[in-house]
């Protein structure tokens, strides 16, 4: 079961590229491969991708800390649902908290404020602006 692990992919329709570099931005993620739908090894079957999408990201990884995420922009411009989930977010203090959570905050909503909770000394929850769901938190 060690080879078995499980990670996020994340489609932006059509804003990925976007995303990337607000996440660069705002938290540090890292680039670390990023493929067009034009530079497909293989030609894309007709029908498959919007049209304007050549130049779209087919396929993304990008790491925050230690984990690696994956992201596109998907086959069209219908916009993303990232209903159901949040992304954690653990920080080693308080101001790396609060730096983050404004960060992701900008152009986005705070669906909890920043506060001390009982299992955590800082932790507050947002929508970004691409409507990713994050809770941002002390890690104890």
Known sequence: ??????????????????????????????????????????????????????????????RIGGTTLMASDGCGAEVSSFAGFSLSLALPTASDVDRAFAALSDGGKITMPLGKTFWSPRFGMVTDRFGIGWMVTVAV
């Open 1 to 62: 079961m060690s080879k078995v692990h499980v990670q996020p992919y994340l489609f932006f329709g059509g804003h990925c590229e976007e995303a990337l570099a607000f996440y660069r931005s705002a938290i540090g993620a890292e680039v670390e491969m990023m493929m067009h739908f034009k530079d497909s090894p293989e030609p894309i079957p007709p029908g498959t991708i919007a049209p304007g999408f050549e130049n779209k990201v087919m396929h993304a990884t990008f």
